[in-house]
């Protein structure tokens, strides 16, 4: 069975730009969750979606956002790109449980 | 007082030693707690999972969990270089929208050979 995927990979992008990361959860999984984790720290909590509702949001200022579609994938979009922002983002997808499965991340870098 | 604490190490082992890795947490809600491990540049890989207090084992690995200390601990036995990671605690609450997870900063685990 396949895990977690994460697009892209890799990306960099310019101060003031928008980025739009996607996420594909394991099969039967309906929740996703977003992780944004700086180098050095504990992944942090951005949002948590479960059967296309928001379920609970982080810390993060309104320039983050994400959606959650039929299919249970889903996507995170960071608006007005800071350097700030430079991180690996992390997806991570739940059955019925509290225990949450990675995906290998997207490493953002804002030049 | 951050909610989980965890010691970044870095920790440095000789192979075939047992390794200690401890957090403690000040939120009393929290009931699941977890072990991650993860590689250089990596995401995250789900190494155990326990519900409130107790200990739970496998193969090398035991966790515990005190919740009246507020203390949980994963213990690594006979230590392979392969375990060489960063090794991430991780709690949740319970209920509707609490399954998201605090983590601590992790701890930078190298086992010598």
């Known amino acids: 069975d396949a895990g977690v995927t994460q697009s892209p990979t890799h990306l960099i992008k310019t101060r003031g730009q928008h980025v739009t990361l996607r996420c594909s959860p394991i099969s039967g999984h309906k929740s996703v969750s977003w992780y944004q984790q700086v180098l050095g720290q504990g992944p942090q909590f951005i949002f948590q979606y479960y059967e296309k509702e928001e379920r609970g949001r982080g810390n993060f200022p309104d320039r983050f956002s994400a959606r959650q579609f039929p299919n249970y994938s889903s996507e995170l979009n960071v608006n007005a790109l800071l350097l700030g922002d430079s991180a690996l983002y992390l997806c991570a997808s739940s059955g019925t449980g509290a225990s949450a499965f990675f995906g290998q991340g997207t490493r953002l870098t804002v030049v | 007082q951050k909610e989980v604490e965890q010691d970044p190490g870095p920790l440095s082992v000789p192979e075939g030693a047992i390794v200690s890795l401890n957090c403690t947490y000040s939120?009393?809600?929290?009931?699941?707690f977890m072990w991650y491990r993860q590689y250089s540049r990596k995401g995250p890989e789900l190494l155990m999972y326990?519900?409130?207090?107790g200990n739970k084992e496998d193969g090398r690995f035991t966790a515990q969990v005190d919740k009246s200390s507020k203390y949980i601990s994963l213990f690594i036995r006979d230590s392979q270089p392969s375990d060489s990671a960063t090794y991430l605690c991780?709690?949740?609450?319970?209920?509707?929208?609490?399954?998201?997870?605090?983590f601590g900063k992790g701890t930078k685990l190298s086992v010598i050979p």
């Open positions: 939120n009393s809600a929290f009931q699941y």
């Open positions: 991780a709690m949740s609450g319970s209920g509707a929208g609490s399954y998201q997870l605090t």
């Open positions: 326990t519900y409130s207090s």
